[in-house]
């Protein structure tokens, strides 16, 4: 039985990828490199899928990793800088106009100075470093938004059903025993069922925006097939976020399609005061419901209590340790050491990595600098944003959405941190693409490189 419905999921994957097929989007073969590294981050380490792991103590698994899963990250990051490099005018012009991204990595590298583990810091950093190079994999792809389209697509057809597959067939894989509530929890292929509810949620999004753009082309040629796969997804997105209760996921998702919706009308084209108003009063309300409503209505609307389930505990226990304020306690290092215990003997429980909120993870690690960089990303990117919107109200409110959907998401679960899904997601949101004039406007022309639009040859990768 369970063999006969494994086929039929697998079936209906391949399905997906056929309903989905489109001649007329055709993206390089290169987006297959960041497509295997989400494909990880959202899932889990090689090792884990390997069973490397298997009996090693947990504090060791947060701090030190395996040889494997460094090995496939940089393999990864190689790829993606021989592509780069191929693309060199379009990287150049690119990074040119996204200056605050470079300043943050930057900042993020010299902080590795004070941090108490440099050697495993200088580690992340390199992962971090490979999250931006995905990024530009994709974004300087002869055409970025089918990149961005069949890069979404490709994670949503596999994860997803693959999570169901987990949870309904191999429960031994996909679920687990919460000892302290008495309660069975679902996370899928993940580890987690947070990380399910994200990388659902980003899914649903990225579904979203592809059915609003087909209804978008009324003459599109087998239409029912494209809204037949992303319906799929949506079903799939909203029966995993209800199963995994991953709440967070679950109302950024709502409300972050709603801000898709609302914003991809063509008259808004345009109309940055509307725009700020969707985007801004979806975060508002999100804060207000979070850390400003003290009867709690809002939150047990969504099923959460007043200590958004132990996470003002953890909250607590950071805070106690007074990092410095101004630079904290070097990039990604304050899970280090004995500070992570101390936070689970503090709290009760173990398990427990980041800070649960997104805005405290960046403070504790980088102090004030690293979040004053950060809101400087955001808004930089929110000016993208806009920008782009203005030319294309379609990609515009997609990348809104996104946007919108990552503050909120980060506001209880630590949605910037380079390893993640979301930021990710975010990365691809917020960077600004050159013009072609500005590409041209790199080497002289009498030195020819690569052009913007490479032209196919087979199937090269780049």
Same mark, same amino acid.
């Given at each position: 039985?369970?063999?006969?419905?494994?086929?039929?999921?697998?079936?209906?994957?391949?399905?997906?990828?056929?309903?989905?097929?489109?001649?007329?989007?055709?993206?390089?073969?290169?987006?297959?490199?960041?497509?295997?590294?989400?494909?990880?981050?959202?899932?889990?380490?090689?090792?884990?899928?390997?069973?490397?792991?298997?009996?090693?103590?947990?504090?060791?698994?947060?701090?030190?990793?395996?040889?494997?899963?460094?090995?496939?990250?940089?393999?990864?990051?190689?790829?993606?800088?021989?592509?780069?490099?191929?693309?060199?005018?379009?990287?150049?012009?690119?990074?040119?106009?996204?200056?605050?991204?470079?300043?943050?990595?930057?900042?993020?590298?010299?902080?590795?100075?004070?941090?108490?583990?440099?050697?495993?810091?200088?580690?992340?950093?390199?992962?971090?470093?490979?999250?931006?190079?995905?990024?530009?994999?994709?974004?300087?792809?002869?055409?970025?938004?089918?990149?961005?389209?069949?890069?979404?697509?490709?994670?949503?057809?596999?994860?997803?059903?693959?999570?169901?597959?987990?949870?309904?067939?191999?429960?031994?894989?996909?679920?687990?025993?919460?000892?302290?509530?008495?309660?069975?929890?679902?996370?899928?292929?993940?580890?987690?069922?947070?990380?399910?509810?994200?990388?659902?949620?980003?899914?649903?999004?990225?579904?979203?925006?592809?059915?609003?753009?087909?209804?978008?082309?009324?003459?599109?040629?087998?239409?029912?097939?494209?809204?037949?796969?992303?319906?799929?997804?949506?079903?799939?997105?909203?029966?995993?976020?209800?199963?995994?209760?991953?709440?967070?996921?679950?109302? %950024?998702?709502?409300? =972050?399609?709603?801000?898709?919706? @609302?914003?991809?009308?063509?008259?808004? /084209? &345009?109309? #940055? $005061?509307?725009?700020?108003?969707?985007?801004?009063?979806?975060?508002?309300?999100?804060?207000?419901?979070?850390?400003?409503?003290?009867?709690?209505?809002?939150?047990?609307?969504?099923?959460?209590?007043?200590?958004?389930?132990?996470?003002?505990?953890?909250?607590?226990?950071?805070?106690?340790?007074?990092?410095?304020?101004?630079?904290?306690?070097?990039?990604?290092?304050?899970?280090?050491?004995?500070?992570?215990?101390?936070?689970?003997?503090?709290?009760?429980?173990?398990?427990?990595?980041?800070?649960?909120?997104?805005?405290?993870?960046?403070?504790?690690?980088?102090?004030?600098?690293?979040?004053?960089?950060?809101?400087?990303?955001?808004?930089?990117?929110?000016?993208?944003?806009?920008?782009?919107?203005?030319?294309?109200?379609?990609?515009? %409110?997609?990348?809104? =959405?996104?946007?919108?959907?990552? @503050?909120?998401?980060?506001?209880?679960? /630590? &949605?910037? #941190? $380079?390893?993640?899904?979301?930021?990710?997601?975010?990365?691809?949101?917020?960077?600004?693409?050159?013009?072609?004039?500005?590409?041209?406007?790199?080497?002289?022309?009498?030195?020819?490189?690569?052009?913007?639009?490479?032209?196919?040859?087979?199937?090269?990768?780049?």
């Amino acid at each position: 039985m369970h063999l006969a419905i494994t086929v039929v999921i697998l079936t209906g994957i391949a399905g997906l990828f056929y309903l989905d097929r489109d001649p007329a989007i055709r993206p390089s073969t290169a987006v297959w490199i960041p497509t295997a590294w989400m494909l990880i981050v959202s899932s889990r380490q090689v090792s884990d899928w390997l069973s490397l792991n298997h009996g090693a103590p947990l504090v060791s698994r947060f701090t030190q990793g395996h040889l494997s899963d460094a090995a496939f990250f940089s393999f990864l990051i190689l790829l993606g800088l021989l592509v780069l490099n191929y693309r060199s005018r379009q990287v150049v012009a690119t990074l040119h106009r996204n200056l605050p991204l470079i300043v943050y990595l930057t900042y993020c590298a010299l902080s590795l100075l004070w941090s108490d583990f440099p050697v495993v810091g200088f580690k992340r950093w390199i992962k971090a470093l490979g999250s931006i190079v995905m990024a530009l994999v994709i974004l300087t792809d002869r055409d970025p938004e089918s990149a961005i389209r069949r890069f979404f697509s490709r994670v949503s057809f596999l994860l997803l059903p693959l999570s169901v597959l987990f949870i309904e067939v191999y429960p031994s894989l996909g679920t687990g025993w919460d000892p302290t509530g008495h309660v069975i929890y679902y996370f899928g292929v993940m580890t987690q069922k947070n990380e399910l509810g994200v990388v659902s949620m980003l899914c649903g999004l990225a579904s979203l925006s592809a059915i609003l753009s087909t209804l978008d082309q009324r003459h599109m040629p087998h239409r029912s097939r494209h809204f037949a796969a992303h319906g799929t997804v949506l079903l799939m997105t909203f029966w995993l976020l209800y199963r995994s209760d991953s709440m967070t996921s679950m109302a %950024s998702l709502i409300i =972050a399609c709603g801000v898709m919706v @609302l914003a991809g009308r063509p008259w808004a /084209a &345009g109309r #940055r $005061a509307y725009l700020y108003s969707i985007a801004g009063g979806a975060f508002v309300l999100a804060v207000f419901a979070t850390f400003i409503d003290e009867s709690g209505v809002l939150l047990r609307m969504i099923g959460r209590n007043a200590t958004l389930t132990g996470r003002t505990d953890i909250w607590k226990a950071v805070l106690s340790f007074h990092t410095n304020p101004l630079v904290g306690t070097g990039f990604d290092s304050f899970w280090l050491g004995d500070r992570i215990q101390t936070v689970w003997r503090m709290i009760g429980y173990t398990g427990v990595a980041e800070a649960h909120d997104g805005y405290l993870e960046i403070y504790i690690n980088l102090g004030w600098i690293g979040l004053v960089l950060l809101i400087w990303i955001i808004l930089r990117g929110y000016r993208n944003i806009i920008a782009l919107h203005c030319r294309d109200h379609r990609a515009g %409110s997609a990348r809104l =959405a996104f946007l919108t959907a990552g @503050l909120m998401y980060s506001l209880t679960e /630590a &949605g910037f #941190r $380079a390893e993640t899904p979301m930021w990710l997601a975010i990365l691809l949101a917020i960077t600004a693409l050159a013009p072609a004039y500005e590409i041209a406007a790199v080497e002289p022309a009498s030195h020819p490189a690569p052009s913007q639009f490479v032209r196919p040859l087979g199937r090269r990768i780049l």
